[in-house]
């Protein structure tokens, strides 16, 4: 078969390596038929994460056919129409009884990261009952692909981390796909303002599109002067970090009113300053994590029931043997305009 697969800082090319074979009894073999590139490959590629290996195959997101299941595989079959979670849990240890399954003692994010992933034309998925979900009928797939991580991402780690209220004033710092998906699932509770920043127009024009009350510019504009002038001084009462680097971990924590909540989603690759000695009197909460993906069976009844159309994230699509190009436009997004975009088998 054919994988897009890692080799080593800088390179990676889609080529002919073996098929995956079950290895274990829980095991399933998926045909995928869609998959997608998120952020985090481009990072594995610059070199940023060590324990991948030359050699891997890349990706963590991805619906497809069920093409085999291992023995004592009970809720799937072959054929069956699969989403698969970017967190592999093997649903016995202690944290995926807790719901915690990114800290799954035998799993956790291990596709496209420690095992091969999903961007070729099978995958191996350790522990399939737990770790894929049937593809209701009649829904958009490129809807679903956005299921594997983005969505419950900004769900788990923004929306639901930061408490989102009715009539709260919520700001999101990154209006990549991930902080659109923060933007999506927040309005599940109403919120009254949901203001967005980043420093790319096009993004930000596009998140008014998708709920967002009032876009600021980080790159001609203060945000956080500008947030003080929209919200009559008060501040926000939820502030959800989507970038992952010290500047705007220090706009979220420049922006909560007493009582607010600094949910970081950003990975962060080195230290960020924390205002301790402003924000202990003010009674800020923070929270930060690793998706566990335990909300994806609500979010998959949120897309079937159109409540939020996650498919208006894809801007590009490709073919499996287009892959690179994929890459080029994706690594570029600025420039290409893209959000998400999809990998298709045909
Ligand atoms: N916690 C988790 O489990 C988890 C899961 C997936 C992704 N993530 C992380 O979430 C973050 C966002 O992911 P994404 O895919 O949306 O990334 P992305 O790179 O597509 O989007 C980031 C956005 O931030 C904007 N930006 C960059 N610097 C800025 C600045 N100084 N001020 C304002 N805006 C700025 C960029 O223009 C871009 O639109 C990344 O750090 C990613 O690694 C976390
Ligand atoms: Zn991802
Ligand atoms: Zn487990």
Known sequence: MKALVYEGPG???????????????????????????????????????????????????????????????KNFK????????????????????EGMYSHCEDGGWILGHLIDGTQAEYVRIPYGDNSLYHVPKGVDTDALVMLSDILPT??????????????????????GPIGISALL??????????????M??????????FGATHVINSRTEDPVKRIFEL?????????MEAVGI?????????????????ANIGVHGSPVELQAQKLWIQNIKITMGLVNTNTTPLLLKTVVSDKIQPEKLITHHFTFDEIIDAYDVFGNAAKEKALKVIISRD
């Open 11 to 73: 390179s990676k090319e889609w080529k002919d390596v073996p098929k995956p074979q079950i290895l274990e009894s829980t095991d399933v073999i998926v045909k995928v038929t869609k998959t997608t590139i998120c952020g985090t490959d481009l990072h594995i590629l610059k070199g940023d994460v060590p324990e991948t290996k030359p050699g891997t195959i890349l990706g963590h997101e991805g619906i497809g056919i069920v093409e085999e299941a291992g023995p004592a595989v």
């Open 78 to 97: 072959a054929g069956d129409e699969v989403i698969i979670s970017c967190v592999t849990s093997c649903g016995r240890c202690e944290y995926c009884k």
């Open 154 to 175: 900004g769900f788990e780690i923004g929306v639901k981390s930061g408490g989102v209220k009715p009539g709260d004033v919520v700001a999101i710092v990154g209006a």
């Open 185 to 198: 699932t927040s309005q599940f509770y109403s919120p009254a303002e949901i203001i967005m920043i980043d």
């Open 200 to 209: 790319d127009e096009n993004r930000l024009k596009e998140a008014k599109t």
């Open 231 to 239: 919200t009559e001084n008060k501040g926000v009462d939820v502030a």
């Open 246 to 262: 010290p500047a705007t971990f220090d706009i979220c924590q420049s922006i909560l009113k007493p009582g607010g909540s600094l």
